[in-house]
């Protein structure tokens, strides 16, 4: 079918005209325009040091039959393992199969593995080779258990609308910050062998509407269509895919929206455009699960595999479509090909690569793959990533950290182990991990579309344990859930400190708090795949500061938050004289907060979002709606462009209550000595060939830029040294390089920034290039968006 084959979703371009009755509306191009026709779908070629992988797989799809070749492409029912996702194996030729396998933060449905922190964890962490030591540990265990190709890391969502509940599985709401950590993550995980996934492609900013729902008329509503130009496209969504890219990831996992009116993994602008030609993809595209909509369309549009079946789509049609010559035969050779050499680039061939799902039996009394020799190694890793993942916003009068305390109060839901704690094969298969009870039952009678925002606000709280984790295919279960209460008890055993506590809703204070040292209350934000959040407070949390609050003038608040978290009922409160985002930390959650509440190891976090004021202050603070005559075709216009988050806030001038990239330490840096190298008569547009991540010379260091930072303070610590640009013709910041350093009490170090060609360049929509301007870029550099205490300009002149 025409439109099909064009990668459009919905039929008629004869309609749409503003004079319409709503009825008549029965295609959705009318409402913002097409996704452009990009064919034919470029083979992959095996650029850069991809060649060898490629000359092995062209020879080995050569000698494929075409139901072998065919049989590479969906996914088939695998009763042995519990993999989501199975290639079946081609045994004639040694091909073993593939299999594909949640969550970003651990290997998911399994046990005996490790959870590690969550995306929004790393983002807040600012620290690259943390991220990419997290890889490599995590990536061993799926290995070791015999996945292919682990599905992560997330860089879409991207913060976009601030309550989607998938954000906490996003590195930042910044496109460089999350390119920057993904990168890590895909060179980490992929060290291993394993395939990384990285996802969603694209566009994919909103859970409601995310797939096909059907109303009360028995009429279908289709995706939300992400409406996104071409510009903001490039320099926000794509961009930290781009980094990605470049960075070797060998799978994109295509997302449930629409871009443009046109389904993404269906989309040839997106997949054949953007992602094949323009950023010279030499892996494989895979749907999101239930992703797909069409057959030929999708093919001929870019997508290589279907997950988790080829029945609805693929598999004996897909063969009858090439035999009628609807597909091309080059088509499914490329997809084969694509395939293959991904698995040959990763050295899954080799014979020491463990054999598929071997340690994910569905049957928890099955044989077991146990990754002790790897948590060994990990547990530096794991630990040091829950620690920095922690964000300290507010301390008065030096409140934290503790000082050996006589006795502590502790008070909250949050701080205890949830009542029932298991990895999701013994849950049973579909479950959402760590039994959040109100919230699992309230999710079972909930539908995707459901009007939420109204509903009360307890619904976002996990009040059967502490927060390690949020909800949905993102999240795993670790060999122990380190809780902050636990921890704190074992402190008070070896400091000889009282610790009393009344975790409950309604605590009954009974003078404890007049007593404490400190009164610590844990609350927490909770989120989940597949809804997006009813707000970003709420008032039962809220209600439990105040009330501790007001008897304790020593009262700290630790949340774990899974997204953006606002306080405004309690930020000012001067009783409250501590505030931490202690985020998703995975297993080791308890004993980080507690090393650090106690001054073991120093807070170096930094916000990877802007905590408002007001709900007001955000660009996109709920997700988009379909009202009439939108119902049949949800529309979300990505109005604001790149000014999303704190380039909104800046463009504004809306005073945060916390910026993006802010956090305190136990000390405190000084910037100085700021130098930046010049840059005179260089090409305007790149000239470079395009490899995988887009043309090379887009990568080239064109700007160094160097300062000091002394820790000023009494202890030693770490501070995230932030460099931002103001672009000509830009957002009033962007940032573009981040350096964490270590520093002792009195001591200086040298931060370093690279700047490339891209990180100083705008999307030129008529060249369709990255365009180097002539002009005064401004320079800063400071620990804060908004605290940049170096500043200066740098010139360029192009040629
Ligand atoms: C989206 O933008 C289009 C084109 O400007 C406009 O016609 C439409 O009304 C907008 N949709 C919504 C839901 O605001
Ligand atoms: C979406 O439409 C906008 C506006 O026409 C255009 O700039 C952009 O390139 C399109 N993108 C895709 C992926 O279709
Ligand atoms: C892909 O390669 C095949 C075989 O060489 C060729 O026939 C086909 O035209 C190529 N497709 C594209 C889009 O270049
Ligand atoms: C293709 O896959 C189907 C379904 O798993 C299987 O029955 C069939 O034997 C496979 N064909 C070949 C040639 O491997
Ligand atoms: C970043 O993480 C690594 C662990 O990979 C750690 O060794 C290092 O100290 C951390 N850097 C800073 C500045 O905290
Ligand atoms: C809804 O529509 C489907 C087909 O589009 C049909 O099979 C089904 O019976 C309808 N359901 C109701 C309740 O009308
Ligand atoms: C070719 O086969 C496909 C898959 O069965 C089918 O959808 C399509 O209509 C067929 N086309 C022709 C021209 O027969
Ligand atoms: C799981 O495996 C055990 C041991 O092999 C067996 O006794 C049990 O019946 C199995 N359970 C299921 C649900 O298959
Ligand atoms: C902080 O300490 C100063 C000096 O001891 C005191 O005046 C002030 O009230 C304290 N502030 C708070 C919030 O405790
Ligand atoms: C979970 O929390 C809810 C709300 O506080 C409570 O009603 C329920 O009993 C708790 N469930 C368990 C198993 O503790
Ligand atoms: C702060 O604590 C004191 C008791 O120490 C109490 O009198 C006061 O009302 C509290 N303030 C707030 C805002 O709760
Ligand atoms: C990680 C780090 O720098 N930790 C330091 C935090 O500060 C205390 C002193 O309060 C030092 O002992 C730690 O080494």
């Given at each position: 079918m025409f439109l099909e084959k064009f990668g459009l979703t919905l039929a008629v371009l004869s309609l749409c005209g503003l004079g319409h009755a709503e009825t008549d509306i029965t295609s959705d191009t009318y409402f913002y325009g097409e996704s452009p026709a990009v064919y034919p779908s470029p083979n992959g070629t095996g650029t850069g040091d991809w060649a060898a992988a490629y000359k092995k797989a062209t020879a080995l799809v050569a000698q494929m039959t075409l139901e072998e070749k065919n049989n590479l492409t969906f996914g088939i029912d695998s009763t042995s393992t519990s993999c989501v996702g199975v290639i079946g194996a081609i045994e004639r030729l040694g091909f073993p199969g593939m299999c594909l396998q949640d969550a970003g933060n651990g290997v998911r449905m399994a046990d005996f593995v490790n959870s590690y922190p969550s995306g929004i964890h790393v983002g807040a962490s600012w620290n690259k080779s943390l991220a990419h030591d997290r890889g490599w540990h995590m990536a061993g265990e799926f290995r070791t258990k015999g996945v292919n190709v682990a599905l992560g890391p997330v860089v879409a969502p991207m913060g976009r609308t601030t309550t989607d509940g998938r954000n906490w599985e996003g590195v930042a709401s910044d496109p460089y910050l999350s390119g920057a950590l993904a990168a890590q993550t895909v060179?980490?995980?992929q060290g291993q062998g394993v395939i990384t996934s990285v996802k969603h492609f694209i566009g994919y900013e909103q859970e409601l509407y995310r797939n096909p729902t059907t109303n009360s008329d028995n009429q279908t509503v289709e995706s939300v269509s992400s409406n996104i130009d071409d510009k903001t496209m490039h320099e926000?969504?794509?961009?930290?895919?781009?980094?990605?890219?470049?960075?070797?990831?060998?799978?994109?996992?295509?997302?449930?929206?629409?871009?443009?009116?046109?389904?993404?993994?269906?989309?040839?602008?997106?997949?054949?455009?953007?992602?094949?030609?323009?950023?010279?993809?030499?892996?494989?595209?895979?749907?999101?699960?239930?992703?797909?909509?069409?057959?030929?369309?999708?093919?001929?549009?870019?997508?290589?595999?279907?997950?988790?079946?080829?029945?609805t789509f693929w598999g004996t049609s897909f063969t009858e479509a090439i035999k009628n010559g609807s597909v091309p035969l080059s088509r499914l050779d490329d997809m084969a090909t694509r395939i293959i050499a991904t698995w040959y680039?990763?050295?899954?061939?080799?014979?020491?690569?463990?054999?598929?799902?071997?340690?994910?039996?569905?049957?928890?009394?099955?044989?077991?793959?146990?990754?002790?020799?790897?948590?060994?190694?990990?547990?530096?890793?794991l630990f040091e990533g829950a620690v920095e993942g922690h964000v300290l916003v507010k301390n008065v009068n030096n409140s934290l950290p503790l000082k050996s305390p006589k006795l502590l109060s502790v008070f909250g839901w949050d701080a205890t182990a949830p009542s029932q704690y298991m990895p999701s094969n013994v849950l049973a298969t579909d479950a959402w991990e760590d039994g959040y009870e109100p919230v699992l039952s309230w999710l079972s009678a909930m539908s995707e579309t459901s009007e939420i925002i109204n509903e009360p606000y307890d619904f976002q709280v996990a009040f059967n344990g502490t927060l390690s984790v949020g909800g949905g295919s993102g999240a795993n279960a670790g060999p122990y859930l380190s809780a902050p209460l636990d921890a704190l008890q074992q402190r008070a055993y070896e400091d000889n400190t009282v610790v009393m506590?009344?975790?409950?809703?309604?605590?009954?204070?009974?003078?404890?708090?007049?007593?404490?040292?400190?009164?610590?209350?844990?609350?927490?934000?909770?989120?989940?795949?597949?809804l997006d959040r009813s707000g970003t407070y709420d008032s039962y949390s809220d209600a439990l500061v105040a009330k501790v609050a007001k008897t304790c003038p020593n009262t700290i608040v630790i949340i774990h938050n899974a997204g953006t978290r606002m306080v405004e009922s309690f930020a000012e409160n001067p009783n409250v004289t501590a505030i931490v985002f202690a985020h998703l930390p995975g297993q080791d959650s308890g004993r980080a907060i507690a090393s650090l509440l106690y001054g073991d190891d120093n807070f170096s976090g930094k916000l990877p979002y802007t905590v408002g004021k007001n709900e007001s202050d955000y660009p996109a603070y709920w997700h988009d709606y379909a009202v009439k005559p939108f119902e049949l075709f949800p529309q979300s216009n990505f109005t604001e462009g790149v000014l999303t988050d704190y380039k909104w806030f800046d463009a504004k001038g809306i005073a945060p209550r916390y910026e993006f990239g802010f956090g305190l330490s136990y000390t405190t840096f000084a910037?100085?000595?700021?130098?930046?190298?010049?840059?005179?008569?260089?090409?305007?547009?790149?000239?470079?060939?395009?490899?995988?991540?887009?043309?090379?010379?887009?990568?080239?260091?064109?700007?160094?830029?160097?300062a000091t930072v002394e820790n000023t303070g009494s202890k030693s610590g770490a501070e995230v040294a932030q460099l931002y640009v103001g672009i000509p013709g830009g957002p009033v910041r962007q940032l573009r390089g981040f350096d964490k350093v270590k520093i002792a009490a009195g001591k200086s170090a040298e931060v370093s920034f690279s700047l490339t060609r891209r990180d100083l360049s705008t999307w030129d929509v008529t060249a369709q290039k990255w365009h180097l301007q002539s002009g005064e870029y401004k320079i800063y550099v400071g620990s804060s968006s908004r605290d940049l205490p170096l500043t200066t300009t740098l010139k360029i002149t192009t040629n």
């Open positions: 060179e980490g995980m926000a969504y794509l961009w930290p895919f781009q980094d990605a890219l470049k960075a070797g990831a060998g799978n994109i996992m295509c997302s449930y929206n629409r871009i443009n009116n046109s389904y993404a993994c269906q989309n040839s602008k997106t997949l054949n455009g953007l992602l094949k030609t323009e950023l010279g993809f030499n892996g494989f595209v895979v749907t999101d699960w239930y992703g797909q909509h069409s057959g030929v369309g999708a093919a001929l549009a870019g997508l290589d595999m279907a997950m988790p079946t080829g029945e680039q990763m050295g899954q061939d080799s014979s020491t690569y463990p054999s598929l799902g071997v340690g994910m039996p569905y049957n928890i009394s099955g044989p077991h793959k146990i990754v002790s020799a790897l948590t060994k190694e990990a547990k530096p890793t506590w009344d975790t409950g809703a309604n605590p009954d204070l009974l003078g404890v708090m007049e007593a404490s040292d400190a009164c610590l209350v844990f609350i927490n934000a909770f989120a989940t795949e597949g910037f100085s000595g700021l130098k930046v190298s010049s840059v005179d008569g260089i090409a305007a547009y790149p000239s470079g060939v395009i490899e995988q991540g887009g043309q090379v010379d887009l990568w080239d260091s064109i700007v160094k830029v160097t």
